[in-house]
């Protein structure tokens, strides 16, 4: 197995980008290594003062760097050669087996669609973001920021596909799907989630317990919860912000500690032909670490396989 990580991706690259990788080299199987893509000389001096084994990394030169605020469509074209570029070029030849990331997320999404594109009628691929719960585990919230408007179809495929991920990397047989709303009712929210209600209800694709609020969240009643990316993404960096000032004040809560964006480390893009794994901007070497550990998860599970399988290549 083979992970590619953007090493000049994120706010402290390429330096937590080398790191980290040198840390998930710790955990991973030993069959498993790691392709640093970027430009080769910056990458090269800040291995040299680390320890690690020499066989399991292979730097590939990319001379071109997204910025984090550059244009995402624009950037796809004007820059080729960019680490993004060539880290979506080895998972398009299979060189790779994941592409991680903690670079401009729009330029994730763009690469993609573009590069790898998605499988059968899927229409606009989600980012899931893995939401800690009382129990100790995680339910999958999706979408987390791609998909800003949705069409209630759109959110049908969001439930469809974070069922089939909740299904091959918790190891939950039937996953409980629910719509995240602002009551239980079925005739509750907006006509997009009154009408998403409806086709969900309907779906045999999918194990739908209907309609989730904010106060249930935390509890554990759904494994997957669907919503569009502007109220997923909200909620999402509230947490973050919530596990902030928590810290901040000398709170140590295992519910909270885990909204540290640190701790799962990364978001799939799901619905692409390839593993690709999204992390924040501001990264350090240990989410970086957990973004490849993820990675490496989500190519044990062959999630892609049976998404291929259910909406076809």
Same mark, same amino acid.
């Given at each position: 197995?083979? =992970?590619?990580?953007?090493?000049?991706?994120?706010?402290?690259?390429?330096?937590?980008?080398?790191?980290?990788?040198?840390?998930?080299?710790?955990?991973?199987?030993?069959?498993?290594?790691?392709?640093?893509?970027?430009?080769?000389?910056?990458?090269?001096? =800040?291995?040299?003062?680390?320890?690690?084994?020499?066989?399991?990394?292979?730097?590939?030169? @990319?001379?071109?760097? =997204? /910025?984090?605020?550059?244009?995402?469509?624009?950037?796809?074209?004007?820059?080729?050669?960019?680490? =993004?570029?060539?880290?979506?070029?080895?998972?398009?030849?299979?060189? #790779?087996?994941?592409?991680?990331? #903690?670079?401009?997320?729009?330029?994730?999404?763009?690469?993609?669609?573009?590069?790898?594109?998605? *499988?059968?009628?899927?229409?606009?691929?989600?980012?899931?973001? &893995?939401?800690?719960?009382?129990?100790?585990?995680?339910?999958?919230?999706?979408?987390? /920021?791609?998909?800003?408007?949705?069409?209630?179809?759109?959110?049908?495929?969001?439930?469809?596909?974070?069922?089939?991920? @909740?299904?091959?990397?918790?190891?939950?047989?039937?996953?409980?799907?629910?719509?995240?709303?602002?009551?239980?009712?079925?005739?509750?929210?907006?006509?997009?989630?009154?009408?998403? *209600?409806?086709?969900?209800?309907?779906?045999?694709?999918?194990?739908?317990?209907?309609?989730?609020?904010?106060?249930?969240? &935390?509890? %554990?009643?759904?494994?997957?919860?669907?919503?569009?990316?502007?109220?997923?993404?909200?909620? *999402?960096?509230?947490?973050?912000?919530?596990?902030? *000032?928590?810290?901040?004040?000398?709170?140590?809560?295992?519910?909270?500690?885990?909204?540290?964006?640190?701790?799962? /480390?990364?978001?799939?893009?799901? %619905?692409?032909?390839?593993?690709?794994?999204?992390?924040?901007?501001?990264?350090?070497?240990? @989410?970086?670490?957990?973004?490849?550990?993820?990675?490496?998860?989500?190519?044990?599970?062959?999630?892609? @396989?049976?998404?291929?399988?259910? &909406?076809?290549?």
């Amino acid at each position: 197995m083979k =992970i590619a990580v953007d090493a000049m991706g994120g706010d402290f690259a390429p330096k937590a980008a080398v790191e980290g990788a040198v840390l998930a080299l710790e955990e991973l199987p030993n069959v498993a290594s790691v392709i640093l893509v970027g430009k080769e000389d910056e990458i090269q001096t =800040i291995l040299n003062g680390l320890e690690f084994e020499k066989q399991r990394i292979e730097i590939i030169h @990319a001379d071109e760097v =997204i /910025g984090m605020h550059e244009h995402p469509a624009k950037s796809f074209s004007q820059k080729p050669n960019s680490s =993004i570029g060539v880290g979506f070029g080895l998972l398009k030849t299979k060189d #790779a087996n994941a592409f991680c990331s #903690a670079g401009n997320t729009g330029a994730m999404m763009v690469h993609s669609l573009f590069v790898l594109k998605t *499988y059968g009628n899927i229409q606009r691929p989600p980012i899931a973001g &893995f939401f800690p719960l009382k129990s100790g585990d995680y339910s999958l919230m999706l979408d987390i /920021g791609a998909n800003a408007d949705c069409k209630p179809e759109l959110l049908v495929q969001f439930a469809e596909l974070g069922s089939m991920y @909740a299904s091959l990397s918790f190891g939950i047989q039937k996953p409980k799907v629910a719509l995240l709303n602002i009551g239980e009712e079925e005739s509750k929210g907006s006509a997009v989630a009154q009408a998403t *209600y409806q086709l969900l209800k309907d779906d045999k694709r999918v194990n739908f317990i209907g309609n989730i609020e904010g106060r249930d969240l &935390f509890e %554990g009643k759904a494994d997957v919860i669907v919503t569009e990316g502007f109220t997923g993404n909200v909620i *999402y960096k509230m947490g973050e912000s919530l596990y902030e *000032y928590a810290h901040s004040q000398g709170i140590d809560d295992q519910l909270i500690n885990r909204m540290n964006y640190e701790v799962v /480390g990364g978001s799939p893009i799901i %619905g692409v032909r390839g593993n690709v794994i999204v992390g924040h901007g501001i990264s350090s070497a240990l @989410a970086i670490k957990n973004m490849i550990l993820l990675a490496q998860r989500q190519v044990d599970s062959g999630v892609n @396989a049976k998404i291929a399988e259910v &909406f076809g290549e």
